[in-house]
């Protein structure tokens, strides 16, 4: 279980790394190795690239669980990188260069995204999130306020602790189908499938404040 333990704590920095990229706008496409300053840098671009074309290869074969392996490989220099490293750095530069490594660490997920993609939005009659933003309305709207942010956060998280539920439902069931379209364990190894669910467990919501 120490590849789902590290791919949780990988998934959970891929998180932090998103929600700081959200606010970036003109970001470099490529990385300039001469540009690094601390050892912790090299350390994360040396792993990123050889993580990134394994992932590709391993993707393209259908080899899902060996693409979240590899992903997994990345915790020891992600927990460097963001312990010695300043992204922020006051130097323009050096920061977008710093901006533009932590890009590259998000497209290694692009891959896999897509399967995530496809389960979320494969159907279903989103009861829980209607009814929890149904609940919200108890003692009056929230709608335009900063509380209601946490609300649709609140919903989103609870649909996508179910889509995990079916998830595990169909690889316990040996369930190919579901909703008319095939389920994770219908292309994935049972491997692959139960570190998806470790996945949807930690990437609920960020809460918005």
């Given at each position: 279980m120490r590849a789902g333990a590290d791919l949780s704590a990988v998934a959970e920095a891929f998180k932090r790394v998103a929600n700081i990229l959200r606010d970036q706008k003109d970001i470099a496409e490529?990385?300039?190795?001469a540009a690094f300053g601390t050892e912790a840098e090299r350390m994360l671009w040396e792993a990123t690239s050889m993580v990134e074309v394994n992932v590709q290869v391993a993707t393209k074969r259908g080899a899902f669980d060996e693409a979240f392996s590899e992903i997994a490989r990345l915790r020891l220099p992600?927990?460097?990188f963001f312990k010695d490293v300043m992204v922020m750095d006051p130097d323009p530069r050096v920061r977008q260069n710093r901006v533009a490594l932590r890009a590259k660490l998000q497209r290694i997920f692009a891959p896999l995204a897509e399967a995530f993609v496809n389960l979320i939005g494969s159907g279903g009659k989103r009861l829980r999130p209607a009814l929890a933003l149904l609940a919200s309305e108890f003692n009056g709207s929230l709608q335009g306020t900063a509380q209601y942010n946490c609300v649709i956060a609140l919903a989103a998280s609870v649909e996508m602790l179910h889509t995990a539920t079916l998830v595990h439902d169909d690889?316990?069931?040996g369930s190919l189908m579901r909703r008319g379209a095939a389920t994770l364990n219908a292309a994935w190894t049972p491997a692959a499938t139960v570190l998806t669910l470790s996945l949807i467990h930690i990437s609920e919501p960020t809460r918005p404040y």
């Open positions: 490529t990385v300039d190795a992600l927990d460097r690889l316990i069931d």
